[in-house]
């Protein structure tokens, strides 16, 4: 799902800061991000995050009742139907939006500063991502972690995702909200970092091979 997630996050983002918010601030450009966030939520990620999730919990149970990702699709659609694959969708849908504006802003305004000391603009790239990606899911991970337990097996638990947030709140405390924190981070600031290096360099490549040709 990683090729079709970023393709719909970076092409929304570029269509709308050119074609909607095309004054480049530091609002602007968070909303892009937004936007951006939102149409990825809907269009791969909801269904993405609830399969694995629920292959993940049920792969930890007793009695493992999917073969493989598709059989768990399969299963999921044939009990549920197709809203099957999209439960937590309103918490998706705000962690996705959050992330995206957050990392968004965060590495335009860091590389910006870390341009006048480095000359290396894909070194300068790697780490404006890093810290995108950090600041990102120390902003949202309490969203995080309610929409990972309302796409879980025990989704029916909770009445939506002000009771869920009431639940872990009243059980465990901030300190619920923050549980997985340090692999998480570890992923995602390995993962925020390499996509935006890599995104910039082959659009700085492709831009400049098509200068070269006109």
Same mark, same amino acid.
């Given at each position: 799902?990683?090729?079709?997630?970023?393709?719909?996050r970076?092409? +929304?983002?570029?269509?709308?800061?050119?074609?909607?918010?095309?004054?480049?601030?530091r609002?602007?450009?968070?909303? =892009?991000?937004? =936007?951006?966030?939102a149409?990825?939520?809907?269009?791969?990620?909801?269904?993405q995050?609830?399969?694995?999730?629920?292959? @993940?919990?049920?792969?930890? *149970?007793?009695t493992?009742?999917?073969?493989?990702?598709?059989?768990?699709?399969?299963?999921?659609v044939?009990?549920? *139907?197709?809203?099957?694959? $999209?439960?937590?969708?309103?918490?998706?849908?705000? /962690?996705?939006?959050?992330?995206?504006?957050?990392?968004?802003?965060?590495?335009?305004?860091? /590389?910006?500063?870390? +341009?006048?000391?480095?000359?290396?603009?894909?070194?300068?790239?790697?780490?404006?991502?890093?810290?995108?990606?950090f600041?990102?899911?120390?902003?949202?991970n309490?969203?995080?972690?309610?929409k990972?337990k309302?796409? *879980?097996?025990?989704a029916? /638990?909770?009445?939506?995702?002000?009771?869920?947030?009431?639940? @872990?709140?009243? /059980?465990?405390?901030?300190r619920?909200? $923050?549980?997985? @924190?340090?692999?998480?981070? =570890?992923?995602?600031?390995?993962?925020?970092?390499?996509?935006?290096? @890599?995104?910039?360099?082959?659009?700085?490549?492709v831009?400049?091979?098509?200068?070269?040709?006109?």
């Amino acid at each position: 799902f990683s090729v079709p997630k970023n393709y719909v996050r970076f092409g +929304t983002y570029s269509y709308v800061q050119e074609n909607i918010l095309t004054e480049r601030t530091r609002t602007n450009n968070f909303l =892009c991000g937004i =936007c951006a966030g939102a149409m990825e939520a809907v269009m791969v990620v909801t269904p993405q995050e609830t399969l694995k999730t629920r292959l @993940i919990h049920d792969k930890l *149970g007793a009695t493992p009742k999917y073969r493989n990702l598709f059989h768990g699709i399969y299963s999921i659609v044939q009990e549920q *139907g197709p809203g099957g694959c $999209y439960k937590g969708v309103v918490p998706t849908l705000l /962690k996705q939006s959050s992330n995206q504006g957050v990392r968004f802003v965060v590495f335009e305004d860091t /590389k910006k500063t870390l +341009t006048n000391y480095i000359p290396y603009k894909v070194v300068v790239d790697l780490m404006s991502g890093a810290f995108a990606g950090f600041c990102s899911t120390m902003a949202n991970n309490p969203v995080d972690v309610v929409k990972t337990k309302m796409q *879980g097996i025990d989704a029916n /638990k909770y009445n939506g995702f002000a009771d869920c947030f009431g639940q @872990i709140w009243a /059980k465990q405390g901030i300190r619920g909200f $923050y549980m997985g @924190i340090a692999p998480r981070l =570890c992923r995602v600031v390995l993962d925020v970092s390499l996509t935006f290096a @890599i995104f910039h360099q082959l659009k700085r490549t492709v831009t400049n091979f098509i200068a070269t040709r006109m």
